[in-house]
């Protein structure tokens, strides 16, 4: 992945908020190409993957007006898909939407995650499937009104969107003695969206090694939590970038643990 790119998506970080209301406006052919190439081109994992449906023809949002979950005037979709059987595609799946979603903030456009009020059938009708995929969740992609509308304001106080879980609940064991991009990646990670904002993942370091765990061993049936610490985990990998440590992800299924980011290249 480039570094360059990488860049960016860090500091689209900040400035990612869910839009649920746009002009209805499409998008230029030249950012829509972009945003495209972006999608096709990152795919670190076999098992999720995401398609920028330019042209849907058909509502997949099924929130209703006024509450959660209402998407409204949307020209473009993204598609998060994932190989079913493939044990970490969740985790993978959150990884690789979150790119798209921050390539898309990047280059202007508002998103939202989707997880729960889409229509799946009419999803799938949108992308070629493979006999074992699935979407898992999808994103409006478009012009987002200047102002919140009055309903995704309404909405946003449900969902306390801008509140974040302090530091000292998402690291339980404190982060005494943390090197700057160990600190840098959670901060990071902490500004991340969850489905109802509901922020599952936790950190502790290990060695030189930074584990994130679900807060709990019970996983959601229809928007997982994997789901969610996939985004996490692309947003500690740019944290740590941003102080100039490359590192990898592995999976682990150890419990509510799901993973080790292994710093690579630490600076002196
Ligand atoms: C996996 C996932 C699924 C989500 N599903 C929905 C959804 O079905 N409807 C909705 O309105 N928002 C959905 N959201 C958006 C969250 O409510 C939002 O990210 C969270 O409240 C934090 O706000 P922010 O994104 O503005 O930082 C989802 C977010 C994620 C990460």
Not at 18 to 41: I, K, N
Not at 77 to 95: K, R, S, T, W
Not at 160 to 178: D, M
Request: proline share 6%; glycine share 8%; net charge negative.
């Amino acid at each position: 992945m480039q570094t360059e790119r990488m860049t960016a998506w860090f500091e689209a970080t900040a400035s990612r908020h869910s839009r649920r209301v746009y002009t209805a406006a499409p998008v230029d052919s030249e950012t829509l190409d972009t945003l495209a190439s972006a999608c096709e081109g990152f795919h670190p994992y076999p098992d999720a993957r995401v398609t920028l449906v330019t042209e849907p023809g058909t509502d997949i949002f099924t929130g209703v007006i006024g509450s959660y979950g209402k998407v409204t005037g949307a020209p473009h979709v993204l598609c998060v898909i994932v190989d079913e059987d493939a044990p970490f595609a969740q985790q993978h799946a959150g990884y690789v939407g979150e790119a798209a979603v921050l390539e898309a903030t990047s280059l202007g456009l508002g998103t939202c995650w989707i997880g729960g009020f889409f229509d799946p059938e009419k999803a799938a009708r949108l992308v070629r499937l493979g006999e074992n995929e699935r979407v898992v969740a999808v994103s409006p992609v478009g012009i987002a009104v200047d102002d919140y509308s009055g309903s995704e304001r309404a909405m946003r106080t449900m969902s306390s969107a801008h509140k974040r879980k302090s530091l000292e609940r998402i690291v339980p064991e404190g982060t005494a003695g943390w090197p700057d991009w160990a600190l840098a990646a959670v901060e990071c990670a902490r500004i991340a969206p969850s489905a109802v904002n509901r922020q599952p993942w936790r950190f502790r370091m290990r060695n030189r090694d930074l584990l994130i765990s679900r807060d709990s061993p019970i996983e959601m049936p229809r928007v997982t939590k994997a789901l969610d610490c996939g985004i996490a985990m692309l947003h500690i990998q740019l944290g740590a970038l941003s102080k100039g440590v490359m590192g990898r992800w592995e999976d682990l299924a150890e419990g509510p643990t799901m993973a080790r980011f292994v710093p690579l290249g630490e600076p002196e």
